[in-house]
């Protein structure tokens, strides 16, 4: 049998994950099928490159040679793979205001170590746009459930902002609690809008609701002085609106900021974006 890249990322996989398991939840193939791709190599190759216990997963003194030697394949190939696809394209789609610095880190990262490029494209609704493949990995903000069999990862949380008309009422509050916006009339993005009367409890959720379908119809209604928002904190940075006055709020759950991507699009560049997004997180 020869041997083929798909033996060197399952080795490298197990290698650096310690784990068949893991290995397999990145290369989005059942564990079984990694097993005998790595017995494989291992066959082929005439020795034994992985410790297996029932505890455990660790590389031979042959692995971790070998490991250093396929690790540098694996990143020959896929430069070659980049450099073949004609600086490839990576479709980003979000539904508002990407969060910064991260975004520009991240971007600017991931272009400069794979000379592909990142298009941006703004939907109100990145999960159908990834559905419709329209996008290849998409900023999704809030707890809203990912269907199978799209992978999600989280990046970072956002604190919650308060959001009023300067002439309303709250504009002179120093902040607002989180159990106090049920008493208030709650301004709501149904389509791309991170917080709602489903964020709070059936007994303490707002029951004045007024719905918008988008982000410019949610900041204007709000600038009207017809309710208050709750946004994450870029929008406090980026939303430079004279009408809108900002209201820190206490004990209010963060916004989770995730990606999610299909397990079927551009792996090597999705595995490049994630790998510098969450380089941008640690920086």
Not at 100 to 108: E, L, N
Not at 149 to 170: G, H, K, N, Y
Request: aromatic share 6%; with cysteine.
């Amino acid at each position: 049998m020869e041997v083929e890249i798909r033996h060197f990322r399952a080795f490298a996989a197990v290698a650096r994950h310690r784990s068949f398991s893991r290995a397999a939840e990145e290369l989005s193939i059942t564990q079984p099928a990694l097993s005998r791709t790595v017995a494989q190599l291992e066959a082929t190759l005439g020795v034994r490159l992985l410790e297996r216990t029932s505890r455990r997963v660790e590389p031979t003194d042959a692995g971790r040679e070998f490991l250093q030697q396929a690790e540098r394949v694996l990143a020959a190939f896929d430069h070659a793979l980049t450099t073949a696809r004609g600086l490839g394209v990576l479709r980003l789609g979000f539904s508002w205001l990407l969060p910064a610095p991260w975004a520009q880190r991240t971007i600017k990262d991931f272009e400069a170590s794979t000379g592909a490029s990142v298009t941006l494209i703004r939907t109100d609704d990145p999960l159908e746009a990834l559905h419709r493949r329209t996008v290849d990995i998409v900023v999704v903000r809030g707890d809203t459930a990912v269907p199978e069999p799209l992978r999600t990862i989280r990046l970072f949380d956002e604190p919650r902002f308060a959001v009023c008309a300067r002439q309303s009422p709250l504009a002179g509050r120093r902040h607002l609690d989180w159990g106090e916006v049920r008493h208030w009339r709650l301004i709501v993005n149904t389509v791309s809008g991170t917080t709602g009367p489903w964020s709070w409890p059936e007994e303490s959720r707002p029951r004045d609701i007024v719905e918008t379908s988008n982000y410019d119809e949610w900041v204007e209604t709000v600038a009207a002085n017809r309710g208050i928002g709750i946004v994450p904190e870029t929008a406090r940075h980026r939303s430079p609106h004279p009408a809108l006055r900002f209201v820190p709020l206490t004990n209010a759950p963060p916004v989770p900021v995730r990606l999610v991507h299909p397990p079927d699009g551009p792996r090597l560049l999705i595995r490049r974006f994630v790998d510098a997004s969450l380089a941008a997180v640690a920086g």
